[in-house]
């Protein structure tokens, strides 16, 4: 749920875009309604909110003010005016979107769906974020953090015998049959997994070396793990896959 403020000095504005938020996307919540920069000043420290919509013109303020009082601010900014010519200046000011008055509904949810997607994205950076703080790069984390469609899974990482890319996202293969989908590609986890312990073989394989039973130089260089599955090693790494196992 986005939380969102409207910030205008005409009632009737406000009025029209809160009632199409309300019908028409269910992804916001509206915090607050303000009609001068000083509310909105003030809501916006009461509640943070995500979202801003902001009227250009303010009675006697210029919206561009809000970010005197917010020079970096946690929220993004829906500039909404009925003066295309200040545009420039809004895509400037880094917003998410320019709105002109009347707002249209096909556009508005445009915006709101452009906002979502940042939103997520934002979340699920944040979350590689957590990932990455449990270790350091001298030593592998006895767990990491596992985010999936309805939370985390913490998983050690020596129960993890491989992971496999696909697409945007990666499936993590665990003991016990298990198998996490996490929304993150496989790249997230090669650089968690910084340890002599885990090894790119591929570009779709990210293996545990302790989770190898076999080799095999059949049908190319390929490795059985321990829950059974073939992963393939690419030429390019062949060489120093087998570096790895030298002091044998």
Not at 1 to 8: G, R, S, T
Request: overall charge negative.
């Amino acid at each position: 749920m986005i939380h969102v403020l409207i910030v205008d000095d005409d009632i009737s504005c406000i009025s029209t875009l809160e009632l199409m938020l309300k019908e028409y996307c269910p992804e916001v919540s509206l915090s607050g309604k303000a009609t001068s920069i000083g509310q909105a000043v003030s809501l916006i420290n009461q509640q943070q909110p995500q979202l801003v919509f902001l009227d250009v013109e303010i009675g006697p303020d210029f919206g561009f003010e809000l970010f005197d009082y917010f020079p970096h601010p946690d929220f993004k900014v829906v500039f909404t005016t009925g003066h295309r010519e200040y545009a420039l200046q809004a895509i400037k000011a880094s917003c998410l979107d320019f709105l002109v008055k009347p707002i249209d509904l096909e556009e508005l949810k445009k915006t709101v769906s452009r906002a979502t997607h940042y939103f997520r994205q934002k979340e699920q950076d944040g979350q590689i974020d957590v990932l990455k703080s449990h270790f350091n790069k001298q030593q592998q984390p006895e767990k990491i953090a596992i985010n999936t469609a309805d939370g985390f899974e913490f998983v050690r990482t020596s129960d993890i015998i491989y992971c496999e890319a696909s697409l945007n996202y990666t499936a993590v293969y665990v003991h016990g049959g298990k198998k996490f989908i996490a929304s993150r590609n496989i790249k997230d986890f090669e650089e968690v997994l910084t340890s002599k312990h885990f090894f790119r073989c591929h570009k779709s394989f990210l293996i545990n070396i302790d989770q190898i039973e076999k080799v095999t130089k059949q049908d190319g260089l390929q490795a059985r793990m321990s829950n059974g599955q073939w992963v393939d090693i690419s030429v390019r790494k062949r060489e120093q896959f087998m570096q790895l196992f030298d002091k044998f």
